[in-house]
């Protein structure tokens, strides 16, 4: 390895312990900039490395709240400005029970590159609460909000900090939080979150732009080797936001997905997921994924099974981190998946990257196959600055547009170094060089 990469983990595991999913999203940046590094000596001279990998700020903060049994409840609340040099920082706020520093602070360096390559002037952000949604009255997450941002208001703004959701986020929560930032500032700042609902502001096709993006990606990866979606099996893990417009987007592009999740389980149904059903037992009922098989005869539920055990074409990991392992992997080749495509934050573990790669199976990195919610979510702010409310059409040919161009830098930069098909290696140097140059031109800050 490159001593220069080696010294920069080797510091940074020194001075991060125990951040081991921060450190597995920097190693593989950092990894992938070998050829790069010979090539541009300024990188060093100006000490990029170091200074891409250290956050520009970290804000942690106590959230006091009571729940209906008039319980005071304690949890902690994050938000890491990772970087400012493309714009200001931008990127979603996780609310789930196993958010920790190390978490944020992956999501938001991951986030850099990301919003990078969506071209649209946006740094990288995330933040985020032990807070556990399951089971809460919409009053406790109501309340929740409004404690959490009583404390973070102060660090956000149009041109600072925009927030948008995550895991355990949605419009219900962006309203809550909207609605006490206006309150306590004054200001119906619109641009200062992302995500909202259409009648606060937010864009159409906010919603669908993490899954449709994801999916557009696939054809785009797919094109390249003659093929299409067309009559492809597929699953996809998870059953929120990015699983779901993941999901239809494959439907509408003549797939079938035959297997999606939460964390209790798996419902397999062969005949092709009915996505109404999914839609209403995870948007409105706010349900458990079990009670699809209750409704939809010919499915199965599969208590504790991943979505991976299913034979398909192309897998869609849109859950979680590390949620497909080497295991997985080899099952999915094993079973004639040629393709994974991310629509989670690091949800494939790098051992599975390299056997994915080694069987030549195209691999899309959820940097770029997932940048398409916060690239919608730019458009709204776009949208917001200029008092402006686009049709879906407008938004979702611009997401397309985008996620070809993300396509076509990822596959500029593998092809220039002469690794086709290595869209983890052509993501990491295309958002890695335009960051990395915006930071050695604003001189030493
Ligand atoms: P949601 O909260 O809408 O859905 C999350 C889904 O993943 C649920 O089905 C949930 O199951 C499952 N899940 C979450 N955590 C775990 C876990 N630890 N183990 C097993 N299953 C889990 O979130 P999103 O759809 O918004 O986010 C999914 C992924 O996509 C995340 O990695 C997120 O960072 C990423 N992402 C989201 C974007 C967005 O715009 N929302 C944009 C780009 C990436 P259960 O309900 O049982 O917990
Ligand atoms: O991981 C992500 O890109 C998001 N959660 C969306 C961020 C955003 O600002 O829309």
Redesign the pocket.
């Known amino acids: 390895m490159n001593p220069y990469i080696e010294s920069s983990i080797k510091s940074l595991a020194e001075r991060n312990p125990a951040q081991s999913l921060f450190l597995q999203a920097v190693t593989e940046v950092f990894e992938s900039l070998e050829p790069i590094l010979a090539e541009i000596p300024d990188i060093k001279a100006h000490a990029i490395l170091e200074r891409v990998s250290e956050p520009e700020r970290q804000i942690m903060f106590r959230v006091c709240w009571v729940d209906d049994q008039g319980n005071i409840q304690v949890n902690r609340g994050y938000r890491v400005g990772f970087s400012s040099a493309l714009g200001p920082y931008?990127?979603?706020m996780?609310f789930h029970p196993t958010v920790r520093l190390d978490v944020v602070k992956f999501?938001a360096f991951?986030?850099i590159f990301?919003?990078a390559l969506t071209g649209l002037g946006?740094g990288g952000g995330?933040g985020g609460s032990d807070f556990d949604p399951k089971g809460k009255s919409d009053g406790e997450i109501m309340r929740f909000c409004q404690a959490f941002m009583s404390e973070l208001y102060h660090f956000l703004g149009e041109s600072t900090d925009?927030?948008?959701?995550?895991i355990g986020v949605g419009a219900r929560e962006i309203g809550y939080l909207f609605g006490q930032y206006k309150r306590l500032t004054k200001r119906f700042a619109q641009g200062v979150l992302?995500?909202k609902q259409v009648g606060l502001g937010g864009s159409l096709a906010?919603k669908e732009a993490?899954g449709f993006g994801a999916v557009y990606f696939a054809a785009e990866m797919l094109a390249t080797r003659e093929d299409s979606l067309e009559g492809k099996t597929c699953v996809v893990s998870g059953s929120g936001n990015v699983a779901i417009y993941c999901a239809r987007k494959i439907h509408e592009l003549g797939g079938k997905v035959v297997a999606m999740s939460d964390s209790s389980g798996s419902i397999h149904d062969p005949a092709g997921i009915d996505l109404d059903i999914v839609a209403a037992l995870k948007e409105v009922e706010r349900a458990r994924i079990d009670q699809y098989s209750q409704r939809r005869r010919g499915s199965k539920f599969f208590a504790g099974e991943r979505v991976w055990s299913f034979p398909c074409d192309l897998a869609f990991p849109c859950a979680t981190q590390n949620e497909l392992d080497l295991d997985d992997a080899k099952k999915l080749l094993d079973d004639g998946c040629f393709a994974v495509v991310e629509g989670a934050?690091m949800p494939t573990t790098p051992e599975a990257i390299a056997l994915l790669k080694e069987k030549n199976a195209l691999f899309a990195p959820?940097k770029a196959a997932?940048?398409g919610?916060?690239a919608?979510?730019a458009l709204e702010m776009q949208q917001n600055a200029a008092l402006q409310n686009w049709s879906f059409k407008q938004v979702d040919d611009r997401l397309k547009d985008i996620m070809a161009t993300i396509h076509r830098d990822c596959t500029f930069y593998a092809n220039k170094y002469k690794r086709p098909e290595d869209y983890v290696f052509g993501a990491n140097v295309a958002g890695f060089l335009k960051t990395a140059s915006a930071i050695q031109s604003y001189g030493v800050i």
């Open positions: 931008k990127g979603g996780r999501l991951e986030q990301k919003n946006i995330k925009v927030p948008a959701g995550d992302t995500g906010r993490t934050n959820g997932n940048a919610g916060v919608v979510s």
